[in-house]
């Protein structure tokens, strides 16, 4: 109960008239309304208006009896990283046919490169470790040559979560984009920044898109339209498909039509997809031999790697066709949120297409929002028995993300406390 207090004199000054504000008004605090009281919790007090449980990262073993005692299910959305292998995945992976995959003798690699190719209608595809590694090489590859510059939006994870590996590893400047509200970005604006000839300018020779970026699935025809303007341009085109598979499943759009136009394509298998390990970056056999010389200088050469492979098989034939399950569920808690007619909570159902539910806030702290979902209450509510993990992006945005370990049962849990919280935060839906 430190630094907890009830704010008695602004609660006279309201009841006496002297002191007029709107319960939105105050981004410095998120109230809660208790009989009697105002409760008032500053930002980084890190409290609750009663006494509660945090269960995380970094916490006491007191408040870990504390959550067991309390029967608290902890459901983790910060992200579908979090999936595990399957009990089919470990048992590919025990059995899995060995060789030595640098020199090409791995058969398990082999056939899941195969099948990844196959399935995106490019000719050939190489495992590599992550999404990260697959998107560095296919830039490496495709800007060959010195002051190469490419281009992105500015949201995208080859910008923001990939360490400006272009520019650190491969040399290659990356000339970012505005991201629209679906995802995509101004053609016009790249066109106008593509280069001319001129000596004292970069070279232009690579596009990179995300699909999906945010969770949002890109419009096909603007993929089309992209495409058109690549082959004007002569640039090359690269989708970080990381979850690619949503797109697809979300659209319902076969993957290989999706990325037709596309000469390189990564996709991620230790998402959605479940399986513990690895990516696999698609596109010609010339463009993938030379992905191979660049993956073994980026330390991405492995030898018996098929023991991972296996679990990517697995996962490419059983995980993907009940991804739609993951996208309905995340539908189910876009729902319950934009029901209650909050204020201060909603989902734009406009943009949520796959397994990814962004909240936007207003007038309460994001932050404090994600603390409060892993926070239980020393009271009998069973709608606060779920101790909700999610990710704060910025100030004003929280993530949900789904994945096919999160059942129906964990679902119903998830909204209960999140409605629970929402309208504990909200002093309209409070009062």
């Known amino acids: 109960m430190a630094f907890l207090y009830v704010s008695a004199i602004k609660w006279l000054e309201v009841a006496n008239g002297m002191l007029k504000f709107s319960p939105y008004d105050d981004n410095d605090v998120c109230r809660t309304y208790v009989p009697h009281s105002w409760l008032r919790f500053p930002k980084r007090s ?31 959305l910060r992200s579908d990283t979090l999936t595990k292998p399957s009990e089919a995945m470990k048992m590919a992976m025990y059995n899995a046919d060995l060789g030595d995959d640098v020199y090409g003798e791995d058969p398990t690699v082999k056939k899941l490169e195969k099948k990844a190719a196959d399935l995106l209608g490019k000719e050939a595809a190489v495992f590599v470790t992550s999404g990260t590694m697959g998107n560095l090489i296919a830039i490496m590859n495709h800007c060959d040559v010195r002051g190469s510059e490419a281009y992105c939006g500015e949201e995208s994870h080859t910008n923001l979560h990939e360490q400006g590996g272009a520019a650190q590893l491969g040399g290659v400047t990356l000339s970012t984009l505005p991201n629209e509200s679906n995802g995509t970005f101004d053609l016009k604006k790249l066109e106008s920044k593509l280069r001319s000839d001129r000596l004292h300018e970069p070279i232009s020779k690579l596009v990179i898109v995300e699909n999906t970026i945010n969770g949002k699935v890109l419009p096909q025809s603007w993929i089309d339209d992209l495409v058109i303007l690549a082959k004007k341009r002569n640039l090359k085109l690269h989708m970080d498909g990381a979850r690619l598979w949503n797109a697809s499943v979300a659209s319902g759009i076969p993957a290989k039509d999706i990325v037709s136009g596309f000469d390189s394509v990564t996709f991620c298998l230790s998402k959605g997809l479940g399986a513990p390990v690895g990516s696999l970056l698609c596109g010609s056999k010339s463009f993938v031999e030379r992905a191979r010389r660049i993956r073994k200088v980026l330390g991405g050469g492995m030898r018996q790697v098929g023991v991972l492979a296996a679990a990517g098989l697995v996962a490419i034939d059983e995980v993907i066709p009940i991804l739609k399950d993951d996208h309905r569920r995340a539908a189910s808690i876009m729902t319950a949120i934009n029901e209650m007619k909050s204020r201060i909570f909603s989902v734009d159902s406009k943009t949520t297409h796959t397994n990814m539910v962004m909240v936007t806030l207003n007038g309460c702290s994001a932050k404090k929002f994600a603390e409060r979902l892993q926070l239980v209450a020393d009271d009998d509510n069973d709608d606060d028995k779920a101790i909700v993990k999610s990710l704060a992006l910025n100030e004003s945005l929280v993530r949900f993300v789904l994945y096919h370990e999160i059942n129906d049962e964990l679902l119903n849990s998830v909204i209960r406390k999140v409605r629970y919280v929402i309208k504990e935060l909200d002093p309209v839906l409070n009062s």
Do not use: F, Q
């Open 46 to 76: 890190g409290l609750i208006a009663r006494k509660m449980s945090s269960y995380g990262v970094g916490i006491s073993e007191e408040t870990r009896s504390y959550a067991t005692a309390k029967n608290a299910v902890i459901i983790d």
